[in-house]
């Protein structure tokens, strides 16, 4: 293992280290284990894919004393996350027995009850935490260490009341680290009535940069879906992340990719727990290429060797961008950013490229065939205006995307 003189764990910790495969510390790692080893607050500013759950897991795994009730609690923004921070934690404990339970919703809550007196660190939403404290059915009396992990995307998602509520019933004698890629004001607010003296770590973006090309095309609405067909038939290989700006376009776009022979995998809030697991893990596992996902669901999702990132739709601001191209790209692997926009897009895309740091090429639209894209919105008009047209006939598509958005 490399750097191992900046990052000092109890053996049992340094054996799952090597055997997860990782050969040296991320920067946010060496920067603060050593911090939360000591007892400190801490503010970890970093991106997706800095290695942020090692940073805080193994070092909140010493201190765990197992039988002694709730001693972590780590606040997630979404389930995805959630179950991603709970297989990791899990993987850090092989070896020192430490009970480890999810707490979300959208999935029964019994068997959460059940387990509850048995937990030692719980991972969990705002929304399903503040459930168990109504019912009296958690107890954070004995919280040692308080974790906010991507607070930016709790507090834009609405939480940040839930997430005061919830802190002010683990006691004041508390470690907290707080994690987020941006620093907003309302991220400001907890760090000034919750934390301690914090001290304060900015890493740089894990995104290889000289490994990752940025690409856009510019075509017309109606024919963003045949040119993804044919990219991903004619010229994409290995995994493929497609962001959708809507649950109903993440929809829309995996059933016609399967009409035409291309199988995906879907990923959006709207789907039960088990089968946004399921996706996950496919996609993770490597038994599914493709993954098409809206924004929220896909938040923290920590994915290995995805070698392209296609912007279906354009997100709204560079942050989002920047979020969505942070995994590809990573510790060395090569990977492509590829936007396709269209007029309806130009607005958004204006604003993403405000942030100078930027770099996004325009590629020359590839020949190709020209598909059909079946939606709901089509099929409604079709029916309303057969009377008017008996050839076929296409409904607008920017008329289409501003009925479903606005």
């Known amino acids: 293992m490399k750097n191992t003189h900046e990052v000092k764990l109890q053996q049992e910790f340094v054996k799952v280290f090597e055997e997860l495969g990782f050969d040296e510390w991320t920067e946010i790692q060496t920067k603060t284990i050593p911090l939360i080893q000591q007892g400190h607050d801490v503010i970890g500013q970093s991106k997706t894919g800095s290695g942020k759950t090692v940073a805080f897991g193994f070092p909140i795994l010493e201190k765990i004393v197992h039988g002694q009730g709730i001693q972590c609690l780590i606040l997630v923004p979404t389930r995805e996350l959630c179950e991603q921070v709970i297989t990791e934690m899990k993987k850090f404990s092989k070896y020192k027995k430490t009970n480890i339970l999810a707490i979300y919703g959208g999935v029964s809550i019994n068997p959460q009850i059940h387990y509850l007196p048995k937990a030692d660190l719980v991972v969990g939403t705002p929304g399903r935490i503040l459930d168990h404290l109504s019912r009296g059915t958690l107890d954070l009396r004995k919280v040692k260490i308080l974790v906010l992990d991507e607070a930016d995307k709790m507090f ?7 997430v005061k509520r919830i802190i002010s019933t683990t006691p004041k004698q508390r470690q907290t680290l707080l ?3 941006t620093i907003s004001t309302q991220v400001h607010d ?13 890493v740089q973006s894990y995104v290889e940069e000289a490994f990752l090309t940025q690409h856009y095309y510019n075509v017309e609405a109606r024919d963003k879906f045949s040119l993804l067909v044919h990219l991903l038939k004619k010229e994409f290989k290995g995994l493929i992340l497609i962001f959708c700006a809507t649950r109903n376009r993440v929809d829309q776009v995996a059933k016609n990719l399967y009409k035409q022979g291309i199988h995906a995998q879907r990923l959006h809030g709207g789907l039960s727990q088990n089968k946004r697991k399921d996706a996950i893990d496919m996609f993770h596992n490597k038994k599914t290429d493709i993954l098409v996902a809206s924004d929220v669901a896909a938040r923290g999702l920590d994915i290995k060797d995805v070698s392209y990132v296609i912007n279906y739709d354009i997100p709204k601001t560079s942050k989002e961008y920047i979020h969505r191209i942070g995994r590809t790209a990573r510790a060395g692997s090569k990977g492509k950013v590829i936007s396709l926009t269209s007029p309806i897009d130009h607005d958004n895309f204006r604003r993403v490229l405000e942030d100078s740091s930027i770099k996004v090429e325009r590629l020359q639209v590839p020949n190709f065939e020209r598909l059909p894209f079946l939606n709901q919105e089509s099929k409604r008009f079709d029916s309303r205006n057969q009377h008017r047209n008996t050839s076929h006939h296409r409904p607008d598509s920017r008329k289409s995307w501003h009925r479903k958005h606005n």
């Open 156 to 162: 834009e998602m609405g939480f940040v009341d839930d």
């Open 179 to 181: 994690f987020s890629a």
């Open 190 to 202: 907890i760090v000034n009535h919750y934390m301690k003296n914090p001290h304060r770590i900015k």
